[in-house]
């Protein structure tokens, strides 16, 4: 069996059919596959929304979080057991609205996890009002005279926050997108990667045409160590651009802790319930 059909359950999708999702749903798994990760060595963390369904079409271990909390979970299980490859989802409402906090600080604590950020800039699952990352003037149900606040911009948040790995990709261009979560994963460190994942549904005019007359190509040559230039570029581009925008090798969370962490659960001796029960009643 091809590895990608390790990855691949029985679970029925429920993405409208052109959603953008389904195109990053197949970049990770093939992603995974390419970097000959096992399913039983990954875990797949989602928060609420339409991308939140991540996880359950995906055969790996996993947790379908609330909403915006993916980020806490995956952290929490990469701290558990640092051997597990473990990827966090979620949309654009998911980690930019309720969620920020948790992703400001992710980004900042360098936790060795890969974030995908499905961005469609809209709330899909709750039929189609507008997130922190909708575009001015955006006409929905929430605001039928169109939206009068400028978006936030995902990666220029978090270079301010000291990201140490941050990219864009787009649904449209699945080579380049696997290429960008194979980087994700083997980067050492919190890796954000900001999908533009088209809802066909409730934000039609930012379309696949659109993204493609819109998106510029980040030059392959830069010097992507360079924060100066990555802020200069996120500008540049008014965030719309896809490629690698910054990456640097700075230490992650687990490295600084110095030695191994006896405390981590994978590193207790479950047959010794002594022990375990110990651990559930400092929490009762
Ligand atoms: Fe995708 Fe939008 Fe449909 Fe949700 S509502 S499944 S985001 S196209
Ligand atoms: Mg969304």
Known sequence: MALIDVYTNQVEQTWCPGCGHYSV????KIALARLEIQNHDSAIVSGIGCSGRIGG???AYGFHGIHGRSLPIAQGIKLANRKLTV???????????????HAMHAIKRNIDITYLLMNNQVYGLTKGHTSPLSELNFVTKSTPLGQVEDPLKPSLLAL??????IAQGFSGEQEKLIELIMKGILHKGFSLINIFSPCVTFNPGKSYAWFRENLVSLDESRNTSDRGDAFKACLETDGLFTGLLYENNAPDYQSRISGENKTALINLDIKNTRLLDGLIEEFM
């Open 25 to 28: 749903l197949r970049a990770l």
């Open 57 to 59: 079409y995906t055969k």
């Open 87 to 101: 990827i966090a989802a979620g949309g654009d409402g998911d980690g930019f609205a309720i969620g920020t906090g």
């Open 160 to 165: 301010s926050a000291g990201g140490s790995f």
